[in-house]
C-alpha cells in the first residue's frame, strides 16, 4: 500500500490537486494507494506528552508504518514547508524509518524550488529514509482553477509514481 499524504489545510489546496494526480498515477501503474488529506484528521500540536495518544495520530501513524512508499504533497509557504506536516511528522515519528518518500510542492513562485532539502535532509537523518532524488515543483502557473493545466507537471507526476514503485519495490526485496 502506498499513501499519498496531502498536507494543506486549505479548502482549495494547489498540493491537495497534486496529491490527487498522484494518487490516480499509482492506481494507473495497479498499485494500491490510499490518498489522505490532513484537513480530514484534525491533529493536536505536538507537545512531546500526551499528543501522542490521539486517535487521530495513532491512526496516522499506524498507516505510515505499514506504507511501502509515501508522497508528500504540501504547501510551500516562506521558503519552508508548512507547520501542518511538520507536526505529522513529530507526532508519528519513528513510524517513517527507512519509508521512501517523494515530494510533491505547490508553491507561489519559482524561487523557492530548494525549500524541499530542510525537510528531505531530515528524514533521512533522523528516520534513515530514502528520498526520491527527483520531484514535483508546481508554480501556480502550472494550475487552471482546481486542475492541473501543465503537461509537464502531469508528466514529472508520473515519473514521480514510476520511480517511487521501482525503488520501494527494490528496497523491499533487498532489505
Not at 517513517?96 to 513562485?109: D, H, P, R, S, Y
Not at 520531484?135 to 515519473?159: M, N
Request: hydrophobic share 40%.
Amino acid at each position: 500500500m502506498y499513501l499519498v499524504i496531502a498536507c494543506s489545510l486549505k479548502s482549495t489546496s494547489k498540493s491537495l490537486v497534486l496529491a490527487e494526480a498522484a494518487e490516480r498515477s499509482l492506481h494507473s501503474l495497479g498499485r494500491e494507494v490510499e490518498l489522505i488529506n490532513l484537513r480530514d484528521y484534525p491533529l493536536p500540536f505536538c507537545d512531546a506528552e500526551g499528543a501522542y495518544g490521539d486517535p487521530n495520530v495513532k491512526t496516522l501513524a499506524t498507516k505510515i508504518l505499514e506504507a511501502e512508499g509515501i508522497l508528500i504533497a504540501c504547501p510551500i509557504y516562506n521558503y519552508g514547508v508548512n507547520s501542518a506536516l511538520k507536526n505529522l511528522i513529530e507526532l508519528t515519528g519513528q513510524n517513517w524509518q527507512e519509508k521512501v518518500i517523494g515530494f510533491l510542492c505547490a508553491a507561489g513562485g519559482t524561487s523557492s524550488y530548494m525549500s524541499i532539502m530542510g525537510l528531505a535532509n531530515s528524514l533521512m537523518l533522523d528516520f534513515r529514509c530514502f528520498i526520491l532524488p527527483k520531484f514535483v515543483y508546481a508554480t501556480g502557473a502550472a494550475f487552471d482553477e482546481a486542475r492541473i493545466s501543465d503537461e509537464g507537471i502531469e508528466q514529472r507526476i508520473s515519473e514521480l509514481g514510476h520511480t517511487m514503485i521501482r525503488i520501494s519495490s527494490a528496497v523491499r526485496e533487498n532489505p
